[in-house]
T-cell receptor, first 114, second 109 residues
């Protein structure tokens, strides 16, 4: 009964390094999302996907890329990490929109860029 | 005006008290409404969906007022374990979920 799983849980990078965050869901959800959350701020949408092979930009997409090659996985990439990308990253998934479909969240990746 | 607005608090209440939070939203076409709970930088967890007729889950009651465009959450008999940030979330029927910045609740012994 895993739900939404994020790996890794913690990571420290140096400025300029690259990395990929993995999100996997086992609920057969069509929609997947990547958010970041900074201290004192709400969740901000980075990128989202409405189905396998499709991705779209959210409100803060700069510096990030995503891919959704398989329905159950949504990858978030940082090509050249910057200190401003230090944050907690949450992945979420949801069903196709009908009425009242909530999002389900992974437990987050805490990323520090030095 | 923010799309979803919440009083950031903190609301400091004694154990056993009743506390209520409101959340206003700007998009009159909003279709689905939720309350999430978030503990200290952990992931948001769904507390309850909010239905037009209002709904209750144990000590928690949620109400929706479409005319005035707000939703509310009432917590009765507060427990220490209720201390958290409560997030109001609104969906417009598409991929888009709009989150409030949250209301902090601290229940005091």
């Amino acid at each position: 009964n895993a739900g939404v799983t994020q790996t890794p849980k913690f990571r420290v990078l140096k400025t300029g390094q690259s990395m990929t965050l993995l999100c996997a869901q086992d609920m057969n959800h069509e929609y997947m999302y990547w958010y970041r959350q900074d201290p004192g701020m709400g969740l901000r949408l980075i990128h989202y996907s409405v189905g396998e092979g499709t991705t779209a930009k959210g409100e803060v997409p700069d510096g990030y890329n995503v891919s959704r090659l398989k329905k159950q996985n949504f990858l978030l990439g940082l090509e050249s990490a910057a200190p401003s990308q230090t944050s907690v990253y949450f992945c979420a998934s949801s069903r196709l929109q009908g009425s009242g479909q909530p999002q389900h969240f992974g437990d987050g990746t805490r990323l520090s860029i030095l | 005006r923010k799309e979803v607005e919440q009083d950031p608090g903190p609301f400091n209440v004694p154990e056993g008290a009743t506390v209520a939070f409101n959340c206003t939203y700007s998009n009159s076409a909003s279709q689905s409404f939720f309350w999430y709970r978030q503990d200290c930088r952990k992931e948001p967890k769904l507390l309850m969906s909010v239905y037009s007729s209002g709904n209750e889950d144990g000590r928690f009651t949620a109400q929706l007022n479409r005319a005035s465009q707000y939703i509310s959450l009432l917590i009765r008999d507060s427990k220490l374990s209720d201390s958290a940030t409560y997030l109001c979330v609104v969906n417009d029927g598409t991929y888009k979920y709009i989150f409030g910045t949250g209301t902090r609740l601290k229940v005091l012994a």
